[in-house]
């Protein structure tokens, strides 16, 4: 029997998970079977299920990608002196986070955003979910601290206020603004960093 190859195994699980990603961005967790996430990759449910026992193990999986490369693009900041302004990091991780678009009828739309708001709602009943988020929020607000205590020591931002608290408002930043993109309207990334850049230039009344 021929062996098959880590890339060929790899390039399987991906295709589950994105297909997965998409169903429930779609219909939403609870009204997504695993009917439709093997109809939607195109697999035997044998396939499937090598990879993950069900939606539970999916959407984990699902979660715990997303932290992870957003995590790793924070951190890969922390690296640089004076780290980038929170424009242009906000910037960087939704563009990463939102590069993945499924076709809804009247053009192409970013799919995360729907998918996020699933996410939470699960996390009120599944407590494995839950950990995983706050695990990944963790991580992901330590590498926040991190680059704020890089502008302060820059002279960038005011030492005075506790690096936790800007990191946790830009992470509510980045967070609010995908909610917006899932419940409302469609506006470019570039719409936050301008918000962000107008906030940023205030200064005490003339």
């Known amino acids: 029997m021929a062996r098959v190859s880590q890339e060929h195994l790899d390039a399987r699980r991906r295709q589950i998970l994105d297909g997965a990603a998409l169903c429930f961005a779609r219909n939403g967790f609870h009204a997504t079977s695993m009917q439709d996430v093997l109809k939607e990759v195109g697999l035997s449910a044998g396939a499937v299920y090598r990879y993950f026992r069900g939606k539970e193990e999916l959407i984990g999986a699902i979660v715990g990608e997303v932290l992870e490369r957003i995590q790793g693009t924070f951190e890969a900041a922390v690296d640089e002196t004076p780290p980038p302004p929170p424009d242009v990091l906000i910037g960087r991780a939704l563009t990463q986070v939102l590069s993945s678009r499924t076709d809804e009828g009247d053009g192409e ?15 009120m009943r599944n407590d494995e979910l839950a950990t995983v988020m706050r695990d990944g929020y963790t991580r992901v607000r330590a590498a926040w601290v991190k680059i704020v205590e890089g502008y302060q020591a820059a002279g960038m931002m005011r030492a005075d206020i506790p690096a936790d608290h800007v990191a946790r408002a830009m992470i509510g930043a980045a967070q609010g603004f995908a909610a917006q993109l899932a419940l409302f309207d469609e506006v470019p990334v570039e719409a936050l960093q301008d918000g962000l850049r107008g906030l940023m230039s205030m200064g005490k009344p003339q």
């Open 109 to 123: 739309v970013p799919y995360f955003p729907r998918l996020m708001l699933q996410v939470w709602a699960e996390t």
